[in-house]
């Protein structure tokens, strides 16, 4: 079952902070991220996995929070190249990952 | 360099006929995948294999095939039996370890059947 993204885009300008949201309503053994530029393959940014740590990715960082099966990606004080599309993937289980619709992000100067 | 070929970047077809897309890594990655991508709907899952000469349906895989004979390549066709064939598709392969799965994906073939 395809994870819930939102919003489903986002327009800033540079060095503002933004935060995306992917809900899952299973159980989740971890949630992964990815940024896709227009044409381009994804991009792997972090997993997070079950127990709530934080990651980070340069000045883009990421919480799961377990009981409410919800990972939040965080841009901060974005630049022109945070821009593209950033997906959530979500794993059960198994080998299989489930992706989320995706969240359009434009960085504007 | 290690990592994910996939080829050709665009692909046009005729309706009615098979296409098989490429997917080759040198990774040494056991399990690889296929995923389709159309607009606004994110990636959805064909087919996957965790190891060579086993593979598993994903959530769309009528009209799909696949094979693994070798660990390096996993190959899809679309046959004349997938009703909207025209997509992106993603090939992606997982390192393994756990907590630590990651999967990498390749550049993308584009086909277009008209």
């Known amino acids: 079952q395809q994870p819930v993204q939102s919003p489903q885009a986002v327009i800033l300008r540079e060095g503002e902070d933004a935060v995306i949201n992917c809900s899952s309503s299973k159980a989740l053994y971890s949630v992964h991220w990815y940024r896709q530029k227009h044409g381009e393959a994804p991009v792997f940014l972090m997993i997070?996995?079950?127990?709530?740590e934080q990651k980070g990715h340069e000045k883009i960082s990421a919480s799961f929070n377990e009981k409410k099966q919800q990972s939040s990606l965080y841009l901060t004080a974005s630049q022109l190249s945070y821009s593209g599309t950033y997906f959530c993937?979500?794993?059960?289980?198994?080998?299989?990952?489930?992706f989320g619709a995706g969240t359009t992000v434009t960085v504007r100067a | 360099d290690g990592g994910i070929t996939q080829s050709p970047k665009y692909l046009f077809r005729k309706e009615g006929q098979n296409v098989t897309l490429s997917c080759e890594q040198n990774l040494n990655h056991d399990a690889m995948y296929w995923y389709r991508q159309d607009p606004g709907q994110g990636l959805r899952l064909i087919y996957y294999s965790q190891i060579v000469n086993d593979f598993q349906k994903g959530d769309i895989a009528e009209g799909y095939s696949v094979s693994r004979e070798k660990k390096e390549s996993f190959p899809l066709t679309v046959t004349s039996a997938q009703k909207n064939p025209t997509a992106f598709y993603l090939c992606?392969?997982?390192?393994?370890?756990?907590?630590?799965?990651?999967?990498?994906f390749g550049p993308g073939t584009r086909l277009t059947v008209t």
């Open positions: 997070l996995l079950k127990g709530g």
């Open positions: 992606a392969s997982r390192t393994e370890g756990a907590g630590l799965e990651k999967q990498y």
């Open positions: 993937g979500t794993q059960r289980n198994d080998y299989k990952l489930s």
